[in-house]
């Protein structure tokens, strides 16, 4: 379905990195052809950088990696993760509790768990790998690279997505998702905008195609 349309010449996306991506991010990824991940950008409080959302048996929980003295001045690829905290420990036994029954989760735990519960150093690290492995699990290769120096205004056939999704918009403004219901773990109200690790477990290889009839298409 299509809500937005781009102009036909628009190819590349431009966009920073998500922890555990929602669905409007990964929609996104495959709707372009070529994607660029900001790399010089400076890091940015209460987003999706160091979030996700997953359901559980009693609510929507929250999974926030800590990060040592985060600031708006800091840049992105020099933001340290806090490992002082058990912050692993407690999103995996989240992630087990919330979709240890699900279908697929004993197929797509093994290759999540070893990275979430490694000591990574940099957010941004943690963010590339565990993107790639979830685009690895929909059986996507998309062609990302990284940037070089931060451009404050584009120029070009360049989507600029940057820091254009949050948790707190309604669902009439996602940019590039909408609802496509498919079963969850719990509840009997489907939650949309959830992380790409909730359909992955819930959908296996459906996935990606849960995730193509969520498409829709955005203007700049």
Not at 53 to 73: A, E, F, I, M
Not at 114 to 137: G, M, S, W, Y
Request: aromatic residues 14%.
């Amino acid at each position: 379905m299509e809500k937005y349309q781009t102009g036909a010449d628009v190819h590349e996306l431009l966009i920073e990195l998500h922890y555990l991506p929602s669905l409007d991010y990964m929609a996104g990824l495959l709707r372009f052809d070529r994607v660029r991940i900001e790399a010089k950008e400076h890091y940015q409080k209460q987003s999706y950088r160091n979030r996700c959302y997953v359901l559980t048996s009693n609510k929507v929980d929250c999974l926030t990696v800590p990060v040592q003295d985060g600031t708006h001045k800091q840049p992105i690829r020099d933001v340290r993760i806090d490992n002082r905290q058990a912050w692993q420990d407690r999103h995996w036994r989240c992630l087990s509790a919330a979709y240890g029954k699900a279908p697929f989760f004993e197929y797509y735990a093994p290759y999540l768990e070893p990275v979430i519960r490694k000591q990574a150093d940099f957010l941004f690290d943690l963010n590339l790998e565990l993107l790639t492995i979830c685009l690895h699990l929909l059986g996507q290769r998309v062609d990302l690279s990284l940037t070089d120096w931060y451009e404050k205004e584009l120029f070009g056939k360049v989507f600029d997505a940057r820091s254009r999704l949050n948790a707190r918009q309604r669902e009439s403004d996602y940019l590039f998702y909408q609802s496509w219901p498919y079963t969850q773990n719990f509840g009997n109200v489907f939650v949309p905008n959830l992380s790409i690790i909730d359909l992955l477990f819930c959908q296996g290889p459906t996935a990606l195609d849960v995730l193509k009839k969520s498409q829709i298409r955005v203007v700049s």
